[in-house]
């Protein structure tokens, strides 16, 4: 695994959701009770930034056309398109959330 620095914990709280770059990739990065997960920050139908959107339950909405991705699985749960959203492993240490970009 390659773990990269992403963001520190506190630099997500009070958002729902945070874009960063993470070794050369756009991320979003999401805490849902408690947990960090992460995917990567261009929505599959027209590449909008899925760190635009907001959070419904456990799914991320991309702010341009409505798709919903489970942020868990990147799976596609409705709206223009089919096609799924890349994940990233998640850990933190030390206050500073880790993603694993080649995970």
């Not at 009770?33 to 799914?59: E, R």
């Not at 991320?60 to 991705?69: G, I, K, P, Q």
Request: with cysteine.
């Amino acid at each position: 695994m390659s773990w990269t620095f992403a963001a520190t914990v506190d630099a997500i709280d009070g958002r729902d959701i945070l874009g960063v770059d993470c070794g050369g990739r756009r991320i979003a990065l999401y805490r849902l009770d408690g947990d960090f997960f992460a995917t990567s920050d261009a929505c599959p139908h027209q590449g909008a930034f899925l760190s635009d959107g907001c959070i419904v339950s456990h799914f991320v909405e991309c702010a341009a056309h409505f798709a919903l991705f489970d942020i868990r699985t990147g799976a596609p749960a409705g709206g223009p398109t089919t096609n799924s959203v890349k994940v990233f492993p998640t850990r933190v240490e030390n206050g500073e959330i880790h993603v694993d970009i080649d995970g």
